[in-house]
Structure formats: C-alpha cells, structure tokens
T-cell receptor
Framework: GAVVSQHPSWVICKSGTSVKIECRSLDFQATTMFWYRQFPKQSLMLMATSNEGSKATYEQGVEKDKFLINHASLTLSTLTVTSAHPEDSSFYIC???????????FGNGTRLTVT | QQPVQSPQAVILREGEDAVINCSSSKALYSVHWYRQKHGEAPVFLMI?????EQKGHEKISASFNEKKQQSSLYLTASQLSYSGTYFCGTERGSGTYKYIFGTGTRLKVLA
C-alpha cells in the first residue's frame, strides 16, 4: 500500500522558536496533501490543503503566517510552525491521496510540545 | 461544515454489535470510514461512492443512504482490536478540493 512518511514523530521546543514538519509520499506522486491538527479526544481538523507548485489553501481561522506550508515537489510538503507558543502544542498529521475519491494515506503524525 | 457522528462514545463487550452513524446537512460526494488508535494515524476501512451502496469485509460493513446524507458503519461480533476512534470522512469541492472528517465516535471493546 501507499506509504506516507512524516517526521519528526515528536518534538519539544521553546516558545518563540520555529518547528518544521516534513511529509513525504514515498511511492506515489501526491498533487494534493492535507495537514490536520488534532487535540486530545477530538477529531482531525483540517488546517490547509497543500497543492504542489502553488500556494496552500488555508481553512478559516488558521493563520497562514504562523503555519507556513510549502509543497515544493510531488512527494514533499512541509509545515512550519513559526514563533511557536504553548497553545500550538498538538498532534499534527499529514495525509495524501493518489487522486480524488481515493483513500487518504496518513503520515504517523508529529506530537508538538511547546514549553 | 463537519459531518456529525453518533454516538459520541460506546462501550461494548466482546461479541456485541455496534452501529456508528455519520450525518451531513448536505449531500456528500463520497464517504470514507477510518479507525484511529490512540497516538496513531487513522487507518482506512472503506469508501462508499454511490447512494444506496452497501459494502463490507469480514465483520465490518457500511451503508450510504439514497440521498447521500447519511452513512452507517456496522461492527458485528466485535473484537478487542476494534477499540479505537472511528471517523467518517468526506470530500468537499466547490473550487478547492479538500477533505474533512466527522466528529468521531470512541469505541471501547471490553473482554
């Protein structure tokens, strides 16, 4: 099956620093990748849709200047949390699909803790 | 708008059955079902595309109603491994393709 690699698996950083999370599709080309944020015992909330070669589309309420998304190639999308604060602590997870109406393939997620 | 799932949580004994519902105020293009275990990524279970469709494998099946506004996931003779949080997911179009998840249902199967 399709494999999506996400790293790091976890990161602890200090307030004010930036953290970059990478999401790679290892065996297929993903023109679209999705970034989600999940708080404990809650659903996955879509943050943005990342399209190769173009600007990401952010969901309402998600600060684009804080959560920088870059989709530089058909196999790599990155999410950078800039000037992180404790309230940014969460589980971030990326996903990709081969094409519309195909199942999503998820990375294993990144647990971010901001101290 | 996020699809609403019911119940929010359910506890079962091994061997019991459960039904999880996913409802939307608008017709869905498709509905996908996923199971997520704590601290892990969601795992795909199945996808339904057509109104009136039913499909399943082993003891897990799902249906999609004719109006494509509701889907149900059926778990029969539940096993301990079925424990986790179940999400329905759907695509949204209108200009930008995106994928959103339902509110989730936490299922715990006890021995």
């Amino acid at each position: 099956g399709a494999v999506v690699s996400q790293h790091p698996s976890w990161v602890i950083c200090k307030s004010g620093t930036s953290v970059k999370i990478e999401c790679r599709s290892l065996d297929f080309q993903a023109t679209t990748m999705f970034w989600y944020r999940q708080f404990p015992k809650q659903s996955l909330m879509l943050m943005a849709t990342s399209n190769e070669g173009s600007k990401a589309t952010y969901e309402q309420g998600v600060e684009k200047d804080k959560f920088l998304i870059n989709h530089a190639s058909l196999t790599l999308s990155t999410l950078t949390v800039t000037s992180a604060h404790p309230e940014d602590s969460s589980f971030y997870i990326c996903s990709a699909s081969r094409q519309g109406s195909s199942p999503l393939h998820f990375g294993n997620g990144t647990r971010l803790t901001v101290t | 708008q996020q699809p609403v799932q019911s119940p929010q949580a359910v506890i079962l004994r091994e061997g019991e059955d459960a039904v999880i519902n996913c409802s939307s105020s608008k017709a869905l293009y498709s509905v996908h079902w996923y199971r997520q275990k704590h601290g892990e990524a969601p795992v795909f279970l199945m996808i339904l595309l057509k109104g009136g469709e039913q499909k399943g494998h082993e003891k897990i099946s799902a249906s999609f109603n004719e109006k494509k506004q509701q889907s149900s996931l059926y778990l029969t003779a539940s096993q301990l491994s079925y424990s986790g949080t179940y999400f329905c997911g759907t695509e949204r179009g209108s200009g930008t393709y995106k994928y959103i998840f339902g509110t989730g249902t936490r299922l715990k199967v006890l021995a």
